[in-house]
């Protein structure tokens, strides 16, 4: 069973530039979660996604951030025009929640590490 | 104020010493507790998950939850080098959302 899957582990992108990263949960999970984590913080909650909806996205910036978790295919989170301050890693997460009413077990992929110049 | 404070560190330890890691949290809403483990450049990786007070045994690993106190604790023993590894502290309110809020990690060296 595999796990949480990011790509690209490394992003580089110059100022301006779109990045989008995709994530794909563990097999059975529904529940699709980003954060990011800058240097020397925790990690922030950004956004939570079910298959074809988002739920919660009380944690991305207003502007350039946008996610979706389509039918088909993995999570993508987008940054549009990035800027020097969106260098991170950014971590998708799974649940299963939804099967087990009181799980909130979260699976963390291995990140994207964004890197703006 | 943080919602979740944790003390950075860095701790260092001898081989085979017990460990105690920390976090105090500010909201009673939280329920769900969980201790994540964190080595350079990779993903957290869960390792104790509690759901309200009490304790919970997993191997070395011990996790305590004080909801009285707004505390949790993760105690380590018997630890190993391969212990070295940012610790993160994380909970939950549940309900529709199950956002983890996070503390900022402790970064924790267990010296041969």
């Known amino acids: 069973n595999a796990g949480v899957m990011q790509n690209p582990r490394h992003l580089v992108r110059r100022r301006g530039q779109e990045a989008r990263l995709r994530c794909s949960p563990m097999?059975?999970?529904?529940?699709v979660y980003w954060y990011r984590q800058l240097p020397e913080e925790g990690l922030k909650f950004m956004v939570y996604l079910q298959k074809e909806n988002i739920i919660d996205e009380s944690g991305m910036p207003k502007e350039r951030f946008s996610a979706e978790f389509p039918k088909e295919g993995p999570s993508i989170l987008r940054i549009q025009q990035v800027v020097r301050g969106d260098s991170a890693a950014y971590f998708c997460?799974?649940?299963?929640?939804?099967?087990?009413?009181?799980?909130?077990?979260?699976?963390f992929g291995q990140g994207t590490r964004l890197t703006v110049v | 104020q943080k919602e979740v404070e944790q003390d950075p560190g860095p701790l260092s330890v001898p081989e085979g010493a017990i460990v105690s890691l920390n976090c105090t949290y500010s909201?009673?809403?939280?329920?769900?507790f969980m201790w994540y483990r964190q080595y350079s450049r990779k993903g957290p990786e869960l390792l104790m998950y509690t759901y309200s007070s009490g304790n919970k045994e997993d191997g070395r690993f011990t996790a305590q939850v004080d909801k009285s106190s707004k505390y949790i604790s993760l105690f380590i023993r018997d630890s190993q080098p391969s212990d070295s590894a940012t610790y993160l502290c994380?909970?939950?309110?549940?309900?529709?959302?199950?956002?983890?809020?996070f503390g900022t990690g402790t970064l924790l060296a267990v010296q041969p």
């Open positions: 909201n009673s809403a939280f329920q769900y």
């Open positions: 097999k059975g999970h529904s529940h």
């Open positions: 997460a799974s649940s299963p929640l939804g099967q087990t009413s009181h799980s909130t077990e979260a699976f």
């Open positions: 994380a909970m939950s309110k549940g309900g529709a959302t199950n956002k983890l809020i």
